[in-house]
């Protein structure tokens, strides 16, 4: 699981954080640790931000070659996210990357820099639809505007792909709103235009499910296409859809086995080839119990067709790229939450026939990205679990990492304005400042250790995709949140000495989640909007649950000063309790397949908005400067040959421009047509 919760620009609570290439004409950013710039730009809703890399120049030349060969290998799978995330992405991007690399004209004008932040907010989204909200993007220029800039540079974009820019057609790239049709409401490129709804479901319930009782991710490596009136699938793989791109990240992963740190991680890369030459699912499962198994060594990584939020069906899996370096001192700190992952399955307020009696490896590293691409990039994780089969996170564990060195960037480049706007008094506001940011990486870390790895189906139950269908995604979310959220009061963090104070630090989490759940978070919406996004869904439906819960013995009241709407916890204990109970009926919804209940539970409490408290939110979130989302520009591993082509040395450099890294990107890992 992507932890894209407390997650991409971390408003959790107050939005406190909310190949060789020629290098000699580029401008490089060199910064002293002790000032280290880490705000790049911003423009409309999105600021960019640098991160370090701790740790990489006390990595043997061995260890930065596997970091930068598997960096590269990412890198090779770039182009895939951006067809699988529309069709008619890619052309769109090459013509306006063209014109920004063509034109002459007028720079200073008012539609120039308008076609510039529209071009960069495509940039971050991978494409011509919100990274967050999936609406599509809408230009502050003409038609005619962009006629003129293509005309100027030569440049062709026609037809439905230039109408596309400015019409109403393909509006969302993902639709999971009730009483539609998702499949043929969603943009997104995982099936053909004409593909309904019901024609996925039918044809999933009779593809190939893998061996009794371990079942393979139908679906994840393919797009499903029609063709002469028969649904059939194109495999991501060599010789397949997108095998040129696929071709391009083997050979890497081929030089990156040459220098694995050792036998276990040399096998588990051979596993990967593997799949992406067959895209065979029983081999990619293969690979998931090898690399979950593989703990050994310093670097790590995340690569394959993986996380499925974008899929309005749970099926298929978007392209993602996270290479890691270990953070030693902290992963050593937080290893004592995997240490006792089994004493939080048996405290849980679980029914007991949903307890997990064996929580098998889960293993929690925080570690330090070294490079991002496809899903990861420009907006990170700060968290993620995997692997994601169920089957194989009960019978092998998982693994769970922090990304240590994106929350401290975040955490740099962030200010307390909007704590002090939105924080219902200053009590509330000296908890945050005390124990936010640990509040964060505990929560982090228990969603994605204790969490994700919590609870069990009942037997004979489909997986979530197949029983909750378009809610399983924030169902799992919200589930995992409110396993954090039940025991980061328990005394037993500080029994574990993972804080100072259990209580203090309970209460700072709990007034970060419920302030964020019910009025920050309306910042990323467009005023009018419902809620769509799964997490911003999850985040809205546990906050107003026990808000509502807890209505009769006011224990979170709801308070109106000078105009001015905030939500004060009156009774932590009994909060606690409210999120316990919601956990249990989760987790049943979950173990029992109760689609209704989901149904229920999401479109009740996640989705519909208050007006009235929105355009408040907005006019106070007016008069803040920094922008509610955050993405990254990646650090750039530079390698020096010998006169034999033998890497030397590997070198990290900072972009200077979020534009520069966009526009060596697409020349350099432009693999599909």
């Known amino acids: 699981m992507n932890f894209k919760v407390l997650f991409l620009c971390l408003l959790m609570g107050a939005i406190v954080w909310s190949c060789n290439e020629d290098t000699s004409e580029k401008a ?13 730009e911003q423009f409309a809703d999105i600021q960019i931000l640098r991160y370090q890399i701790p740790g990489f120049n006390e990595l043997s030349l061995d260890q930065k070659k596997l970091v930068y060969y598997l960096s590269q290998a990412g890198l090779a799978g770039r182009d895939i996210m951006w067809d699988q995330n529309y069709r008619h992405n890619l052309q769109i991007r090459k013509a306006l990357e063209s014109v920004y690399e063509k034109y002459t004209g007028d720079k200073t004008s008012d539609n120039w820099q308008a076609f510039e932040t529209y071009l960069k907010r495509v940039w971050f989204s991978n494409g011509i639809h919100h990274h967050y909200s999936n609406d599509k993007l809408i230009p502050e220029f003409t038609p005619e505007y962009l006629t003129e800039l293509l005309q100027e540079t030569n440049t062709d974009l026609s037809g439905e792909p230039f109408d596309v820019i400015f019409n109403e057609q393909d509006a969302k790239k993902v639709n999971k709103k009730k009483g539609v049709d998702n499949v043929a409401a969603s943009a997104i490129n995982f099936y053909d235009p004409s593909i309904t709804d019901k ?22 490596n393919t797009k499903l296409v029609k063709k ?22 083997i050979k890497w992963l081929e030089l990156a086995k040459g220098v ?44 394959g067709f993986i996380e499925v939020y974008n899929d309005p069906k749970g099926y298929k899996g978007s392209y993602e790229s996270i290479i890691q370096v270990k953070d030693f001192e902290m992963s050593k700190q937080m290893a004592v939450l995997s240490e006792n992952a089994q004493w939080f399955e048996d405290m849980s307020p679980l029914m007991e026939e949903h307890k997990k009696k064996n929580v098998v490896g889960v293993s929690y590293k925080t570690v330090n990205v070294a490079a991002e691409a496809g899903d990861a990039s420009p907006s990170t994780p700060i968290g993620v679990n995997l692997p994601n089969n169920n089957w194989i996170r009960q019978d092998h564990g998982s693994k769970s990492v922090s990304l ?14 909007r704590l002090k706007e939105f924080a219902n008094d200053a009590e509330e506001i000296a908890l945050e400042e005390k124990y936010g940011k640990i509040a964060s990486k505990l929560l982090t870390a228990l969603h994605e250790v204790v969490g994700h790895a919590s609870g069990q189906l009942n037997e ?36 574990l000495g993972l804080t100072d104070n259990s209580e203090e630090l309970g209460k700072t989490s709990y007034d970060r989640y419920i302030r964020n759940g019910l009025v920050t978070q309306l910042v990323r919406i467009n005023l009018g909007d419902d809620i769509e996004e799964d997490h911003m869904v999850n985040r809205q439906w546990v906050s107003a649950w026990v808000f509502e819960k807890g209505k009769a013995e006011n224990v979170i009241e709801k308070v109106e000063r000078d105009g001015k709407t905030y939500y004060n916890i009156n009774d932590y204990s009994r909060l606690r309790e409210l999120f316990g109970e919601l956990l249990r009926e989760t987790q049943r919804i979950k173990s029992e397949g109760d689609f209704q209940a989901a149904q229920d539970l999401v479109e009740g409490y996640g989705v519909k908005v208050d007006q009235e408290l929105h355009a408040e939110v907005l006019e106070r ?42 526009m060596e990107y697409s020349k350099n890992y432009s693999f599909l047509k």
């Open 199 to 220: 024609e996925v479901e039918d044809f999933y319930a009779k593809a190939y499910k893998g061996p009794e009782g371990k079942p393979v991710e139908s679906g994840l």
């Open 228 to 249: 002469d009136g028969m649904l059939m699938e194109e495999v991501y793989r060599s010789g397949g859809l997108y095998g040129n791109a696929i071709d391009e990240i």
């Open 621 to 662: 979130n007016s008069v803040f400067t920094s922008s509610p989302y955050s993405g990254f520009v990646n650090p750039e591993l530079v390698a020096e040959m010998n006169d034999s082509g033998e890497i030397i040395s590997v070198s990290v450099e900072q972009a200077a421009t979020f534009a520069e890294q966009m």
């Open 404 to 417: 240590g060195n994106i929350i401290d960037s975040y955490n740099n480049a962030g200010g307390s304005g």
């Open 460 to 495: 004979g139950i489909g997986q979530p995709k197949e029983t909750l269908k378009n809610y399983a995604s924030t169902m799992e979310e919200g589930r995992a949140d409110l396993v954090g959220l039940y025991f980061l009061m328990d005394p037993k963090l500080q029994e």
């Open 260 to 303: 694995a740190e050792n036998e276990q991680q040399a096998n588990t890369l051979s596993l990967l080839i593997d799949y992406y030459k067959t895209g065979s699912l029983d081999t990619w499962d293969a690979y998931a119990i090898s690399w979950v198994n593989s703990k050994e060594g310093d670097i790590d990584w995340i690569n």
């Open 28 to 40: 490089v950013v060199v910064a002293e640790e002790t000032s280290f710039e880490y705000l790049v």
